[in-house]
């Protein structure tokens, strides 16, 4: 996993077509149900920064954790391009041992890191520090991979046509195991895919309550005419719509690439 994101990719991946809707979808969501500015909110697994610093220009105050040295260093380049603006904090860490204060934090979202730890301990682990850090009723988002990603991906870009990738198809639709063992740049990373079933368990194992799961990109992520609807303003705004339109139906959900499923600490 480091060595796939030390080539640095990540931090224009929310530039391209599916990575536009990827990015809109989940701001959408997280202002949905994350308090008003100014409120502290923890970006375990932040990457680059993009999440962070976008909340960071609206108000909040905004602290970053991520296992990549690299991530951390160009959030913190990203923070200081903005410093009327500038993260809290940004730091290299674990999410499954969080150097924060428990019930610190208003709101938390934990996008990346439950699907780079493959094994279900350490994915309740990493849900059991967000809890930690929470304070009472706190929001948290979990974003996950949908385990149906690869196969529609392949579809859509004829990765299938490789043997080596309809083996890792297989392996992906019978365990949620996603292996690249050649690191081929486009069949991702060593991750774990979640069955949209899976989810509610693992948070409500980590002592959060479960809400709901949303649809990030719907089933639209792989349309071909996918930058022709972003750059026609009309036709992006339908193209979001219909996703909300059909955000609560669960039997379309692992169609979306990633999911966020959100929770909250109870006590």
Same mark, same amino acid.
């Given at each position: 996993?480091? %060595?796939?994101?030390?080539?640095?990719?990540?931090?224009?991946?929310?530039?391209? %077509?599916?990575?536009?809707? /990827?990015?809109? +979808?989940?701001? /959408?969501?997280?202002?949905?149900?994350?308090?008003?500015?100014?409120?502290?909110? !923890? %970006?375990? @697994?932040?990457?680059?920064?993009?999440?962070?610093?976008?909340?960071?220009? =609206?108000?909040?105050?905004?602290?970053?954790?991520?296992?990549?040295?690299l991530h951390v260093e160009q959030a913190r380049r990203a923070s200081e391009s903005q410093p009327a603006y500038p993260l809290g904090s940004a730091r290299v860490g674990d999410a499954r041992r969080l150097d924060f204060e428990d019930a610190s934090f208003d709101?938390? =979202? =934990?996008?990346?890191?439950?699907?780079? =730890?493959?094994?279900? /301990?350490?994915?309740?682990?990493?849900?059991?520090?967000?809890? +930690?850090?929470?304070?009472?009723?706190?929001?948290?988002?979990?974003?996950?991979?949908? +385990?149906?990603a690869s196969t529609i991906d392949g579809i859509a870009h004829f990765f299938l046509d490789d043997p080596e990738f309809q083996q890792i198809v297989e392996r992906d639709l019978t365990d949620g195991q996603h292996r690249n063992p050649a690191n081929h740049p486009?069949?991702?990373?060593?991750?774990?895919?979640?069955?949209?079933?899976?989810?509610?368990?693992?948070?409500?194992?980590?002592?959060?309550?479960?809400?709901?799961?949303?649809?990030? /990109?719907?089933?639209?992520?792989?349309? @071909?005419?996918?930058? @022709?609807?972003?750059? %026609?303003?009309?036709?992006?705004?339908?193209?979001?719509? !219909?996703?909300?339109?059909?955000?609560?139906?669960?039997?379309?959900?692992?169609?979306? !690439?990633?999911?966020?499923?959100?929770?909250?600490?109870?006590?």
């Amino acid at each position: 996993m480091l %060595d796939h994101y030390s080539t640095g990719y990540e931090e224009g991946r929310l530039s391209n %077509d599916a990575g536009r809707l /990827e990015l809109a +979808r989940s701001q /959408e969501i997280i202002l949905r149900y994350f308090p008003e500015p100014f409120a502290k909110v !923890a %970006d375990i @697994g932040g990457g680059p920064g993009a999440y962070s610093c976008w909340l960071a220009r =609206l108000g909040y105050e905004s602290h970053l954790i991520d296992a990549t040295p690299l991530h951390v260093e160009q959030a913190r380049r990203a923070s200081e391009s903005q410093p009327a603006y500038p993260l809290g904090s940004a730091r290299v860490g674990d999410a499954r041992r969080l150097d924060f204060e428990d019930a610190s934090f208003d709101a938390a =979202l =934990l996008f990346g890191p439950l699907y780079h =730890l493959t094994q279900r /301990e350490d994915r309740i682990q990493a849900l059991s520090e967000a809890r +930690r850090i929470l304070r009472p009723n706190g929001a948290v988002l979990c974003a996950v991979i949908s +385990r149906f990603a690869s196969t529609i991906d392949g579809i859509a870009h004829f990765f299938l046509d490789d043997p080596e990738f309809q083996q890792i198809v297989e392996r992906d639709l019978t365990d949620g195991q996603h292996r690249n063992p050649a690191n081929h740049p486009h069949y991702f990373t060593t991750a774990f895919f979640h069955h949209p079933d899976e989810i509610k368990s693992e948070v409500e194992e980590a002592g959060l309550l479960h809400e709901k799961n949303l649809p990030v /990109e719907g089933p639209f992520w792989t349309m @071909g005419n996918l930058a @022709g609807h972003w750059r %026609d303003e009309g036709r992006r705004e339908r193209l979001m719509q !219909a996703i909300r339109s059909i955000e609560n139906e669960q039997s379309l959900i692992g169609a979306s !690439a990633h999911i966020i499923a959100v929770a909250r600490r109870k006590d």
